[in-house]
């Protein structure tokens, strides 16, 4: 799980085939600003299917 503010590893996530799964609605707090925390998972047979696609 992750803060919103973090789009880089938001989108080398995604790039590796991860969805997002869950979201916490303005979970932290950074600097007086509120951020969502964002859960993103795979599948292992998702991430076979990935790895078998690449070689």
């Not at 989108?11 to 600003?33: P, Y």
């Amino acid at each position: 799980m992750y803060a919103e503010g973090l789009s880089p590893l938001f989108r080398l996530s995604e790039r590796c085939g991860m969805i997002e799964e869950a979201r916490v609605r303005k979970a932290r707090i950074v600097r007086g600003e509120y951020y969502d925390a964002i859960k993103m998972g795979i599948l292992r047979e998702e991430w076979e299917t990935r790895k078998r696609a690449q070689v």
